[in-house]
């Protein structure tokens, strides 16, 4: 096909639909600004709220994982083993979910914050002290609900502004409702 002919083709539409076309603009930039990394325009000007929601998040998880742990060492009960077993399996998962978000909060330019003092502000479950198992597994139950609650809501909100955070998300969240369906069987 020669040239003319192809950008004939390329010109083309169905009425009321704009071709699909790459922003040239956005191209030339992402040749720049090297020291920006895997940023580009792409992000537009939502990079600093998703790092925001992601810093949120990783509260969260390593909100979760102190939950986890003291939980697993203090279970006592007849069916606290297995369930403390439970506990810790859960506790090193949230801590890969904090590894992973971690990392992403990176990739975006961002800086993790993993600051004690304003963890249990920023997190959206809440720590538990409980010495009851059926309470702990109440806990857990309840924060792996909010958890899975609070990444639905940002993956809707992040939506196709960033595919990558927005895939990692996913993947949190399906682990996170293993864990709430877990909970909620040993509650029976």
């Known amino acids: ?3 003319s002919e192809h950008s004939k083709v390329k ?4 009425a009321g639909h704009t071709p ?4 040239e ?3 030339d930039a992402a040749r ?3 020291d920006q990394g895997a940023i ?6 939502w990079r600093a709220d998703i790092v925001k929601l992601l810093n949120d998040s990783l509260a969260t998880e390593l909100v979760c994982v102190l939950r986890y742990k003291r939980h697993h060492f203090t279970a006592v009960g007849l069916s606290s083993p ?3 077993e439970e506990f810790m399996v859960h506790a090193a998962e949230e801590a890969a979910h904090a590894d992973r978000l971690a990392q992403r909060i990176v990739q975006l330019g961002g800086k993790p914050d993993f600051s004690p003092d304003s963890l249990t502000e920023r997190s959206h479950a809440e720590y538990d002290d409980s010495t009851d198992l059926k309470a702990m597994i109440r806990a857990n139950l309840i924060a792996e609900r909010v958890a899975i609650e609070a990444y639905s809501q940002i993956i809707n909100l992040i939506g196709d502004k960033d595919s ?3 895939r990692l998300l996913e993947d949190i969240l399906s682990d996170e409702q293993e864990h709430a369906d877990e909970l909620a069987d040993w509650l029976v």
């Open 1 to 3: 096909m020669a040239s």
């Open 164 to 166: 990558t955070t927005r």
């Open 82 to 84: 297995k369930i403390a």
């Open 11 to 14: 010109q083309l539409s169905i």
């Open 25 to 27: 603009a956005a191209l």
């Open 40 to 45: 580009t325009p792409s992000y537009g000007p």
């Open 20 to 23: 699909m076309a790459l922003d």
């Open 32 to 34: 720049r600004s090297l």
